[in-house]
């Protein structure tokens, strides 16, 4: 099973709608994180959380909302969804303990706005 | 503001043709450049760290090197399988955060 596991990895919404992305993660990291990805634009932070009681924007957070349920888990959300939003989306993972803090992939989610 | 810039932005290279990626950087307080390998359709996955200038990293055919101001990704005669996307990212101490800021990648693609 994958470290780091992001649900749904495929979706397609309707301008307007509210939906909601997933991530779960298995490797006990305290740190998480979710980025967005466009073609020729690189990763670009949206929010990140270093525990469940801490929550920052990123660079790009206008139309997004994030909750940490529990330190496993992070789920992203778009309150009302706009073509613009159309990306790929990752979350990602690090151990605060460390010095190093090498981030862990998801798969990735494919958004589609319509 | 921490900033990166990869070069170039796609290369082409015949198998067994080695060459180089490049990440220049600015930061404030280098806490570590990172390199990472993306397939299509995948998440980015960790290759190496680098924390300061003169350091090297080696593995199989990849071997990073960093400066002051820049790191190099070098490809000894590549192979087909190592076609995908290199993105540097950059960690500086600004904020207390140390938050990694991505550069926008080099696609690489090795003909068989």
Known sequence: DADVTQTPRNRITKTGKRIMLECSQTKGHDRMYWYRQDPGLGLRLIYYSFDVKDINKGEISDGYSVSRQAQAKFSLSLESAIPNQTALYFCATSDGGTAKNIQYFGAGTRLSVL | ?112
């Open chain 2, 1 to 112: 503001e921490d900033q990166v810039t990869q070069s170039p932005e796609a290369l082409r290279l015949q198998e067994g043709e080695s060459s180089s990626l490049n990440c220049s950087y600015t930061v404030s307080g280098l806490r570590g450049l990172f390199w990472y390998r993306q397939d299509p359709g995948k998440g980015p996955e960790f290759l190496f760290t680098l924390y300061s200038a003169g350091e090297e990293k080696e593995k199989e055919r990849l071997k990073a090197t960093l400066t002051k101001k820049e790191s190099f990704l070098h490809i000894t005669a590549p192979k087909p399988e190592d076609s995908a996307t290199y993105l540097c990212a950059v960690q500086g101490r600004s904020g207390g955060s140390y938050i990694p800021t991505f550069g926008r990648g080099t696609s690489l693609i090795v003909h068989p």
